[in-house]
């Protein structure tokens, strides 16, 4: 339920985000996109619902532990923690935003969309402020945490949107050519401060591995490959194709992007509910390794190991699996077969994934 909840919520925030950010765009430098106002509205209700989830997990789970009553305990965290601090202003601003999408005289005021976008990030900064890393650096943790968050839910919240709500094809090529550009700004803020992230909450990388969060990291990280993939075809393939074909759709290739996108959002999901192992030697007195990590390494466990690469055939020969996935990748786009080029992209996160795990050691 948890997970599911978390994923609904970067759905929640991808959607708006998206939504308002192109409705400040002209309508001759993009396709025809029409989310619904009841769909925006309902997705700016369920944001503090959905934010509550977590919270409502934590209580629960105290009120057990402390021997106290369940009311007793959300008292205490919205009044003394800072997830629950976070969560009071997330509610004033999700209230504030529907109240907004509830009048229909706002919904048609052109400055709309850009009452919506600041709220949206508003909220996205209380979702920094309730994060990992402000718990743990304070303001820089929750500028950066809030960064990441806003340039990966304007990207891929911009893809799912022209992906799912575009009404034509229409100024796809001056759509893309700013997208392209927004994309790669939203890619390279994800980027500095994921791995500045990495620094404040998984130190030891590699060693994280042998946990559930480690592995999930990782799985999230190698999802990237067939986003990117995906990315780069829509964003600078696009031309050339229409030289070869004219009647080429781009649409069902966005559409792709944006079911790779969903899968990462699952990914954050499941380790937004974790906690990150500072150290992971003391991660695992307490907590049991990951059942994927197990099942693969071949080297005798224990908590106090340390792992270290030493590629073997194996590994070469996965590495070499997931070359050749890219290359067909690259292939089955040409030739305009989605579903196989899908499949190739997921693939070569796939053999990716092995020819890693069978190199540590």
Same mark, same amino acid.
């Given at each position: 339920m948890i997970y599911l909840s978390?994923?609904?919520l970067y759905v929640c925030f991808a959607l708006l985000m998206g939504a308002f950010t192109l409705r400040l765009v002209p309508e001759g430098k993009r396709p025809q996109v029409v989310v619904p106002d009841r769909l925006l509205l309902a997705c700016a209700l369920a944001i503090p619902v959905l934010s509550f989830v977590p919270l409502d997990q934590t209580a629960r789970?105290? =009120?057990?532990?402390?021997? !106290?009553?369940?009311?007793?305990m959300m008292k205490s965290l919205l009044l003394d923690a800072v997830a629950g601090k976070a969560f009071i202003w997330t509610l004033l601003s999700a209230l504030g935003l529907s109240v907004l999408l509830g009048m229909k005289s706002f919904r048609q005021d052109r400055h709309m969309p850009k009452v919506g976008l600041f709220i949206t990030l508003l909220l996205a900064v209380w979702l920094g402020y309730a994060s990992h890393a402000s718990s743990l650096y304070g303001l820089k943790g929750t500028v950066i945490h809030s960064a990441?968050?806003? =340039?990966?839910?304007?990207? !891929?919240g911009i893809v799912i949107t022209?992906?799912?709500f575009s009404k034509d094809e229409s100024h796809w090529e001056p759509f893309l050519s700013w997208f392209s550009t927004l994309a790669f700004g939203c890619f390279f803020v994800t980027i500095t401060a994921g791995i500045t992230l990495m620094t404040f909450t998984t130190p030891e990388y590699?060693?994280?591995w042998m946990l559930p969060y480690g592995q999930m990291l990782l799985i999230k990280h190698l999802l990237l490959l067939p986003l990117l993939l995906l990315a780069y075809t829509n964003g600078f393939g696009y031309k050339n194709k229409l030289k070869q074909n004219a009647a080429f759709r781009p649409l069902p290739w966005f559409k792709a992007e944006?079911?790779?996108a969903l899968l990462i959002f699952i990914a954050t999901s499941v380790l937004g509910q974790q906690a990150p192992p500072h150290e992971v030697k003391e991660t695992l007195q307490t907590t049991a390794p990951s059942s994927l990590f197990t099942t693969i390494y071949k080297g005798s466990f224990s908590p106090d190991i340390t792992l270290?690469?030493?590629?073997?055939?194996?590994?070469?020969?996965l590495l070499a699996s997931a070359v050749v996935m890219i290359v067909g990748f690259f292939r089955m786009y040409r030739s305009e077969q989605l579903l196989p080029a899908f499949a190739m992209g997921l693939l070569a996160a796939a053999f990716s994934y092995g020819a890693l795990m069978f190199a540590i050691a």
């Open positions: 978390e994923t609904l789970t105290f =009120a057990a532990d402390f021997e !106290l009553s369940y009311g007793q990441h968050f806003i =340039a990966v839910t304007i990207w !891929l022209t992906s799912w590699v060693n994280a944006s079911i790779v270290h690469f030493s590629l073997g055939l194996d590994s070469w020969l």
